[in-house]
T-cell receptor, first 116, second 108 residues
Framework: EAQVTQNPRYLITVTGKKLTVTCSQNMNHEYMSWYRQDPGLGLRQIYYSMNVEVTDKGDVPEGYKVSRKEKRNFPLILESPSPNQTSLYFCASSPITAGTGYNEQFFGPGTRLTVL | GQSLEQPSEVTAVEGAIVQINCTYQTSGFYGLSWYQQHDGGAPTFLSYNALDGLEETGRFSSFLSRSDSYGYLLLQELQMKDSASYFC?????????FGSGTRLLVRP
């Protein structure tokens, strides 16, 4: 089944304790991205990657790191989480096509993170 | 800067037609896309407009006017399962920018 998977789905942690949220897609998509979703603010892009070893900042990158060593994986790293990073996080992937560019994003199920 | 404006909430009756508008301000516009998100779920892609005009996909249609920086999503023959949040999105400088979403409530 074509899908984007994220782990963990739920995580409660404490301030300053490094964590990684994994993301993997099995559709051979070039484009991958991380978003956070907060009430009333919609989805805000954290980082994106156009291909392996190519990553760039989205609109809200502060406090986050990513890497893209393999095409299928795009982990999100919080080196020193803070309470303002409590949010719902989505990973997404997209093919890059002549027709839609990378507008057709396929989203993972989400990770609900609470930082105490 | 870049921004997308959409109404925060829309209510409609089952079987009716509803239109969700989206106005955008962005540089390097490459098209407007729409996503649906049910409570507790992930966003799912609905449609994409690169050129002016109407794109139809079953009960859903999406319209774009590049000269007016405006688009809309049209939902026909509303069903209870259409109750969800709807987001418009654009690509700007390689980033994907989403509107804050319109919550659609379909009443019996």
């Amino acid at each position: 089944e074509a899908q984007v998977t994220q782990n963990p789905r739920y995580l409660i942690t404490v301030t300053g304790k490094k964590l990684t949220v994994t993301c993997s897609q099995n559709m051979n998509h070039e484009y991958m991205s991380w978003y956070r979703q907060d009430p009333g603010l919609g989805l805000r892009q954290i980082y994106y990657s156009m291909n392996v070893e190519v990553t760039d900042k989205g609109d809200v990158p502060e406090g986050y790191k990513v890497s893209r060593k393999e095409k299928r994986n795009f982990p999100l790293i919080l080196e020193s989480p803070s309470p303002n990073q409590t949010s719902l996080y989505f990973c997404a992937s997209s093919p890059i096509t002549a027709g839609t560019g990378y507008n057709e994003q396929f989203f993972g199920p989400g990770t609900r993170l609470t930082v105490l | 800067g870049q921004s997308l404006e959409q109404p925060s909430e829309v209510t409609a009756v089952e079987g009716a037609i509803v239109q969700i508008n989206c106005t955008y301000q962005t540089s390097g516009f490459y098209g407007l896309s729409w996503y649906q998100q049910h409570d507790g779920g992930a966003p799912t892609f609905l449609s994409y407009n690169a050129l002016d005009g109407l794109e139809e996909t079953g009960r859903f249609s999406s319209f774009l006017s590049r000269s007016d920086s405006y688009g809309y999503l049209l939902l026909q023959e509303l069903q209870m399962k259409d109750s969800a949040s709807y987001f418009c999105a654009v690509i700007s400088s390689y980033k994907l920018i989403f509107g804050s979403g319109t919550r659609l409530l379909v009443r019996p």
